[in-house]
Nanobody
Framework: QVRLVESGGGLVQAGGSLRLSCKASGMILSEFSIADMEWYRQGPGKQRELVAGITSGRVTDYKDSVKGRFTISKDNGKRTVDLQMNSLKPEDTAVYYC?????????WGQGTQVTISS
């Protein structure tokens, strides 16, 4: 059984950094290596939105408001996808979710809370 387990959330001051990590526990290498991975977030009273994505070919894409501040990376050997978040702003406060897509799977993690104080 495959589980996506996020970690790394917390409370930081504006201008600070956090690194989120998502581990695809139980996923075999051949599936993880072809998976597109994404980070979404859902702020208080807001809809869930795509923050960053990385394809199996390492092509990345970012929400405009996080470009230059966030970096997504994927490690096939560790079965992880990380989100390095720098220069954090109060508006980045949200629950962050990991999402994996393959031809056979569309799965979400349980989320990790990120809170940025002003």
């Amino acid at each position: 059984q495959v589980r996506l387990v996020e970690s790394g959330g917390g409370l930081v001051q504006a201008g600070g950094s956090l690194r989120l990590s998502c581990k695809a526990s139980g996923m075999i290498l051949s599936e993880f290596s072809i998976a597109d991975m994404e980070w979404y977030r859902q702020g208080p009273g807001k809809q869930r939105e795509l923050v960053a994505g990385i394809t199996s070919g390492r092509v990345t894409d970012y929400k405009d408001s996080v470009k230059g501040r966030f970096t997504i990376s994927k490690d096939n050997g560790k079965r992880t996808v990380d989100l390095q978040m720098n220069s954090l702003k109060p508006e980045d406060t949200a629950v962050y979710y990991c999402h994996v897509k393959t031809w056979a799977r569309d799965q979400w993690g349980q989320g990790t809370q990120v809170t940025i104080s002003s």
